[in-house]
């Protein structure tokens, strides 16, 4: 196998296994791909949360969330959707949370210093 062969089979794995800092706005460059995002609970019925972003937008979150959930949580998954992530695991990160400074990080990560990030 060539080395050129071995370093994107690397980075293909990597791709499955890294999840991406998003908020509400940047989810949709994700849709299949593994992502992280903290939402603010508005609503939970038990299959779905509604919540609203680190951008102030409203994420959809499927899955199957914890009996208590806290005011903001982070949920890792797969990107589903403009504004929907399936979330294979939830993090409580309790009732308060400093959105403004994660948003940055999801700026952040996604913009000029991505190659840190990946």
């Known amino acids: 196998m060539d080395i050129s062969r071995f370093i994107l089979i690397v980075h293909s794995i990597a791709l499955d296994i890294i999840a991406v800092f998003v ?3 940047l989810l ?4 299949g791909r593994k992502v992280r995002a903290v939402i603010q609970v508005i609503r939970n019925d038990g299959t779905a949360v509604i919540g609203k972003s680190t951008d102030e ?3 959809t979150v ?3 969330p ?3 959930l806290t005011t903001f949580v982070e949920v890792i998954g797969i ?6 992530i399936t979330a294979d695991k939830w993090t409580n990160f309790g009732d308060n949370f400093d959105t ?3 948003n940055k990080l999801c700026q952040l990560a ?3 210093y991505q190659q840190l990030f990946l």
């Open 110 to 112: 996604n913009g000029e």
């Open 100 to 102: 403004f400074t994660y």
């Open 66 to 68: 914890p009996s208590q």
């Open 57 to 59: 937008k409203q994420m």
């Open 62 to 64: 499927k899955g199957l």
């Open 23 to 25: 908020n509400a706005e």
């Open 28 to 31: 949709g460059r994700y849709v």
């Open 79 to 84: 990107a589903d959707g403009q504004n929907s």
